[in-house]
């Protein structure tokens, strides 16, 4: 993004140069500002600064804030500075409230007066719809029936299109030395083929494409018929935004599309070079950092706010620099790689607790560096750049190095691109070179990992922090079914453990106990993008297959790949039939198990589970594995590898130990173990050079830019303001906006709160904000109803974000919360003046019409989890005025802010417990009107005790936001 107010007005212009030996391109050489303290700086910080310099207007950037940031070794954690990012990524679950908030906005402009049609993203924005996507169909899509938890379509679908058949006629072309049957193998070549919407794969004789699988083509035409009304509104935005870019359905996931054909590593505008960085509403946005670009994922409500021109603001991080040496073990994949390193830093968090701040990476920048970076691959760095949310820090940052060239290069990026690239890069000294000695720059905490210690890994039964090793996965489960309810714990009796519950299905009977598997699912996030661990699945299954070992059919298992790259690999490399022999079959294009969106489990399964009490397991190769996430009768759900994920649906159980106990029997009756099957270093890099090329890239390419028939023939209105379709249960014009007027009004004092929930610790965004299913009893089902939609059309909260009726309904609507005041989890809590325990969503309702404001209290670690701004949203419009707790996701605390909550902090050593809140009583909180950053707060209650908080607005721009009402509001006022 260009300076805010052009480039003549940055005071810092004397350090623009051209690059050599192409004078046309001009930069700002950030390397000569500050010499040796240029030098120390961590990599991820001098893109901090040079994006200070090129943005410094005096305004938004001051001159002062670059000179912090090049002081970074002094001024660490102790001052805030601005960040303009040079791109922001949505996607569809979080972007729709985004865009639709703008659509809003539009209107609010208007009604005040001003001109709607100024109302643009100043960034440009890239949304991807790869959250809607549900598995209507698996494994056989004609013999499977439509998930009704999901919902059928509201409306008849266009016309559909025909589902070819899986033969691909030879027609005889030259050089073509096989018959070629599609989805069959060749006695002789091995190989086989799949197609998938725009990315076709070629016969691998005569580079024919060969038809879709019959599941994708069914789930692509039941998706789009299922979110039309949401498509539609998203393709009316990409008519009348400036800067927005809709990435349609079946395309791929966000993170994917956004590493393979987003990133450009260096931008050039208007022959200006500067570094690529993106903020996104996906949490997976940090997947980047592996690439050299500096990102991370922040709510929709900063993130519009960026859209509108203001920089996101943070605190100048501390930057932990993370040294690996060595080289993995040949069984060691990069998820476990990924774990290992996720596991060092929540040692590192208990370990290296600092008095007054956030403990460990929480908050921080993690640069890695060594001579064992050097080993690992671009995809093995973006998979590992992935995981730092889940142990708290900003991002994890890879310098770009050789490493990052040669795979830009395979990716498509020409050469004249890669040369400037690397010559501007080396300029600016942001090019990490790791043959040549270097000074090394300055770190905050230096974390040592030796990578030929990693040894495999699964991680659950319902965290992802919760790490085992394979060879102890049978006696920590073991000792989880012994442990008292808690997050590893199960509790099941010792006379119960050994239960056995015989359930008959299609006809066969099978024999159910603790620990059986009854969810696989190799899904879109996370390692779908690292070809290694993919192609080890396929490697696994074809070798598994060829031994005769199968899939009990009874168990859910499903392939949902992050894009058709993926897909691409694993059919041209002859794997994919084999997957779906075991059932790995490709569902589709988006986010499914992860998210929630699975197909209910069979009715005599849940039945033998329910029956026995069973600890059922979902196994997935994802990042997050919280209880109930998968489904409400599976209590225990393991993160493992594409491969341990086959290998888990092999035995039908993750109550066996690998070492000693074999998967399964072979025709001839010899037992076959993991070690038998599991494919080699030298046979997944044989595969991997073979496959996975440059061509990939270049068909996603096509794929991109010629998009996908249904959206491209999608019929969208093009008026300056969005026509809101009053019956419409999809998109709703919000209520943000309602009480707008043209300047704030001033701060009030909350009195006589009532408080809404009474939590404990780890509350994440998933209990605060559902993304699956709608409950049939829950309030929003009782919405939904009530505009004459059946269960089967309730479709899912995800789905529905862009309705803020439902959303509202939806918020604390989690089967798994724990509300003190109820005891048990469930999505209720108390009506103090009637005394009624109700549905969060009707106790708040009732409030509201006593005029009655609502606080929130907690424990510590509120908010934590994937980012979502309904999380902030949904409180808000339930009445929410603060939340007090003892501690929060940095996020999450960022959202409340921004929507016009205010995020309270018990003072040190103090909580609910220790002041003897019962929660029962009414709190009055006092708000002056000259607000300072950390002010201290006085809070009464209504039977006399008196207490004080930490307001946690870290600077004067969330002050200034808060006062407004919020960031919306903030920015809408700047139209006016």
Known sequence: MANQAGWAECPFQYLIETLNDNPEKKFYNVAKLGGTKYDILPYSIRVLLETAVRNCDGFFVKKEDAMNILDWKTKQNNVEVPFYPARVLLQDFTGIPAVVDFAAMREAVKNLGGDPKKVHPACPTDLTVDHS??????????????????????????????????KAPCRGQAGCKEPCDAGESSQNSGKFSAQIENTPILCPFHLQ????????LKNQEVEFGRNRERLQFFKWSSKVFRNVAIIPPGTGMAHQVNLEYLSRVVFEVKDFLYPDSVLGTDSHTTMVNGLGILGWGVGGIETEAV??????????????????????????????????????????????????????????????????????????????????????????FFPVDNVTLKHLKYAGFDKAKLESMEAYLKAVKLFRNYQISLEEPEYTQIIQIDLSSITPYVSGPKRPQDRVVITNMKSDFQACLNEKIGFKGFQIAAEKQNDIVPVEYEGNKYRLSHGSVVIAAVISCTNNCNPSVMLAAGLLAKKAVEAGLMVKP?????????????????????????????????????????????????????????????????????NKNFEGRLCDCV??????????????????????????????IDPNGKNIYLHDIWPTREELQQVEEEYVISSMFKELKVKMEKGNKRWNFLEAPESVLFPWDLKSTYIRCPSFFDKLAKEPVALQPIENAHVLLYLGDSV?????????????????????????????????????RGNDAVMTRGTFANIKLFNKFIGKPAPKTLHFPSGQTLDVFEAAELYQKEGIPLIILAGKKYGQGSSRDWTAKGPFLLGVKAVIAESYEKIHKGHLIGIGIAPLQFLPGENANTLSLTGKEQFSISLPQELFPRITLDIKTNTGKEFRVIALFENDVEITMYKHGGILNYVARRFL
């Not at 476990?336 to 060092?344: A, E, G, M, Y």
């Not at 004459?788 to 909260?797: A, D, G, V």
């Open 133 to 166: 996507l549900q598995m209507d169909f698996s494994k056989c899509a004609i013999q499977n029936a439509p998930n009704p938890g999901g919902g059928d379509l509201q409306k008849p679908l266009a016309k559909p299109f025909k589902v070819q058949t899986r």
């Open 209 to 216: 494409p060969v038809p879709e699988p019959e599941t994708v």
């Open 307 to 396: 859209m509108l021109g203001m920089p996101v603001t943070l605190t100048l991080p501390e930057v932990v620099g993370c040294e690996l040496t060595g080289l993995a073990s040949q069984l060691a994949t990069s998820i476990d790689v990924v774990l290992s390193i996720t596991k060092v830093f929540y040692r590192y968090v208990f370990h290296f607790k600092q008095q007054l701040r956030q403990a460990g990476v929480s908050g921080k920048f993690v640069e890695f560096f060594g001579s064992g970076v050097s080993q690992l691959s671009v995809v093995d760095r973006t998979t590992i750049a992935n995981m730092c949310p889940e142990y708290g820090a900003i991002l994890s």
């Open 554 to 622: 009874y168990i859910r298992t499903s392939l949902s790949p992050g894009s058709g790259v993926v897909t691409h690999y694993l059919s041209s490399s002859g794997v994919l039939p084999y997957l779906s022999k075991l059932g790995f079959e490709v569902v589709g294009y988006g986010c499914s198990t992860c998210v929630g969106n699975t197909a209910p489990l069979p009715e005599s399964i849940r039945n033998a589970i329910k029956q026995g009490d069973l600890v059922a397991c979902g196994v997935l190769s994802g």
């Open 635 to 664: 209590r225990a759900n393991y993160l493992a590898s594409p491969p341990l994920v086959v290998a888990y649906a092999i035995a039908g159980t993750v109550n066996i130990d690998f070492k000693t106990e074999p998967l399964g």
């Open 764 to 800: 994440t965004t998933d209990h605060i904000s559902p993304a699956g299913s709608i409950a049939r009893s829950s309030a929003a089902a009782k919405y939904l109803q009530s505009k004459c939609l059946t269960p089967r059309e309730f479709n899912s909260y995800g789905a529905r």
